[in-house]
């Protein structure tokens, strides 16, 4: 991970140790994040994996928890490689911030129908992801958004039903118009009430 001299010496954005390790528990904490959550992504795990083989290292020689002991040595410690897959993970959040609402309207959907949510995908993430359906969910105004991610994604999930979940005003008219145009490209339309 490149950091600047300046940034080193700022406790506040990561503890780097002279091996190059980056303290990821730091690093969670200054962008408002779990480390577990990014630790449990499948593109997380698989990048461990294949890094641990290209290094000829074990799994757990590329991610160290230590508890307990002396403070500034607590927390995960991570090889540099993962602490730049973590930040492409949060620049990536960033790019898509979920409005209130969205989040919302996404934990009432989870609860109903269980599955993943935020499933890690190589090119975004997917809002929820059950055992037969890919679902995106979108302020209805951005509905050609849901829609394009759907494509992207359904082409890893063949199998699965994408549906787009909309929720926000829209005419009747419109709302015609939106699940005509999915309906052509295999997308259910559902809304939130």
Known sequence: MSVSPEERSQSSLATIREDGYVNLTALAQAH???VSHFLELKSTKGASKDLSQQL???????????????PEKQGTWVHPKIAEKFKRWIEKLKQTPKTNEEDGVQARLHHSLKGKREVSHPVGFIDLLTPSQIIEIKQASQWMKGVGQLMVYGQDYPFHLKRLHLFGGVSTEKKKLIEQYCARLSIKVTWEN
């Open 56 to 70: 000829n290292l074990l799994p757990d020689q590329l991610i160290e928890v230590n508890k307990g002991g002396v």
């Open 32 to 34: 408002n994040k779990r």
